[in-house]
């Protein structure tokens, strides 16, 4: 069984749909992230979390929001889905100053 | 952030050994190098971290430039499952215990038979 969980793997949807797409993990770690990986570039940082009480924004946050609503899952949420959105989205969990560990991402495309 | 610049792509022959460079000339003095893959269809893989001193482990071994401007990944016996996207990256500590990745655009290494 993966230690990173993420559902969908794959979601089409419409303009201005809510979506939210979750992360679950069996490791154990505290801090958890989500990443948007557009083609052809590396990954940008959403939003992270370093416990249930903790959340900050990353690089780029806006039209996105997040739920940390136990220390194994870490949902996010896009409220009115616009096509710029469409991408490849990774979730990853760390232990204290270690490397982090990523799931097999959801594809999700905006119409 | 601090970036780094990586070859677009490179190319090897199974059972040789593959030098990835990476360039990373603003980086901190308390900034780390860490390098993960991305096989196809998967989220990235970490594959090994330094600050200053060369460092080893199963997958890799890493090369660090004395001025920390530069590191080399080292694969010593590619194999065909080593083809991938590589991320040479600086981890910032954002808080005690918290990493931020910034990742660049990597390079696509392409393992002949």
């Known amino acids: 069984d993966a230690d990173v969980t993420q559902t969908p793997r794959n979601r089409i949807t419409k303009t201005g749909k809510r979506i939210m797409l979750e992360c679950s993990q069996t490791?154990?770690?505290?801090?958890m992230y989500w990443y948007r990986q557009d083609p052809g570039l590396g990954l940008r940082l959403i939003y992270y979390?370093?416990?249930?009480?903790?959340?900050n924004k990353g690089e780029i946050s806006d039209g996105y929001s997040v739920s940390r609503q136990a220390q194994a899952k870490f949902s996010l949420s896009l409220e009115s889905a616009i096509p710029n959105q469409t991408a490849l989205y990774f979730c990853?969990?760390?232990?204290?100053?270690?490397?982090?560990?990523f799931g097999d991402g959801t594809r999700l495309s905006i119409l | 952030d601090a970036k780094t610049t990586q070859p677009n792509s490179m190319e090897s022959n199974e059972e040789e050994p593959v030098h990835l460079p990476c360039n990373h000339s603003?980086?901190?003095?308390?900034?780390?190098i860490h390098w993960y893959r991305q096989l196809p269809s998967q989220g990235p893989e970490y594959v090994i971290h330094?600050?200053?001193s060369n460092v080893n482990n199963r997958m890799a071994s890493l090369a660090i430039a004395e001025d920390r401007k530069s590191s080399t990944l080292i694969l010593h016996r590619a194999t065909l499952r080593d083809a991938a996207v590589y991320y040479c990256i600086h981890r910032h500590r954002i808080i005690q215990g918290a990493q931020k990745l910034v990742f660049g655009q990597g390079t696509r290494l392409t393992i002949n038979p």
């Open positions: 990853a969990t760390s232990d204290v100053d270690q490397p982090q560990h």
């Open positions: 979390s370093f416990d249930v009480k903790d959340i």
């Open positions: 603003t980086i901190s003095g308390t900034d780390y």
């Open positions: 330094g600050l200053t």
């Open positions: 490791k154990g770690h505290d801090r």
